[in-house]
């Protein structure tokens, strides 16, 4: 296995557009998270999935955001009517369910909004 | 609440040696962890504390006190590809890590 996987690695979207990522984590890791990142921040949680299950998805996320992990493998993140503030790096990890829980990151999708 | 906090930005010289320190206030602690993130990529482990002492992998090392919330990351004989954002990050009640917003690190020659 070569690791966490995402696509796409760039997005550039126009104001109103729709967006999908899509994440392809370790094969072997039962968990996937969601994260945003921007300039000089530390990643900022969005949601995480427990095999296929979503078992959180932050406060902070807009109902313009919405993931899916349908067979609990891959995961794809959908953006709604894009605004200009969500711009920035999208992160996927993955890890296993034990109380060691070390995150093991994709390469990140930036999204650029217009 | 729950809170990390670590300097913005240090700066150090190559070959020298530098401490970030990284504080949390957090619900519940399994464990802290130290990612190295460079400009425009992912970020990538370093270490792991979840017992208090120090930790040593290399020319990284790694200390944890959990009664006082605080941990720092020793990175020695620095080198220019060491110039990255080092990222604290403590394992919550729930297993979810809190992240701190980063310590840019730059190295000059």
């Known amino acids: 296995d070569t690791g966490v996987s995402q696509d796409p690695r760039h997005k550039i979207t126009k104001r109103g557009q729709n967006v999908t990522f899509r994440c392809d984590p370790i094969?072997?890791?039962?968990?996937l998270y969601w994260y945003r990142q921007t300039l000089g921040q530390g990643p900022e949680f969005l949601t995480y999935?427990?095999?296929?299950?979503?078992?959180?998805k932050s406060r902070l996320l807009s109902d313009r955001f919405s993931a899916e992990r349908p067979k609990g493998s891959f995961s794809t993140l959908e953006i709604q009517r894009t605004e200009q503030g969500d711009s920035a790096m999208y992160l996927c990890?993955?890890?296993?369910?034990?109380?060691?829980?070390?995150?093991?990151f994709g390469p990140g999708t930036r999204l650029t909004v217009l | 609440g729950q809170n990390i906090d670590q300097p913005t930005e240090m700066t150090a010289t190559e070959g020298a040696i530098v401490q970030i320190n990284c504080t949390y206030q957090t619900s519940g602690f399994n464990g802290l962890f130290w990612y190295q993130q460079h400009a425009g990529e992912a970020p990538t482990f370093l270490s792991y504390n979840v017992l208090d002492g120090l930790e040593e992998k290399g020319r990284f090392s790694s200390f944890l006190s959990r009664s006082k919330g605080y941990s720092y990351l020793l990175l020695k004989e620095l080198q220019m590809k060491d110039s990255a954002s080092y990222l604290c990050a403590v394992s919550d009640s729930n297993y979810q890590l809190i992240w701190g917003a980063g310590t840019k690190l730059i190295i000059k020659p």
């Open positions: 094969s072997e890791h039962n968990r």
């Open positions: 990890a993955s890890s296993l369910a034990t109380t060691y829980n070390e995150q093991f």
């Open positions: 999935f427990q095999n296929e299950a979503q078992l959180e």
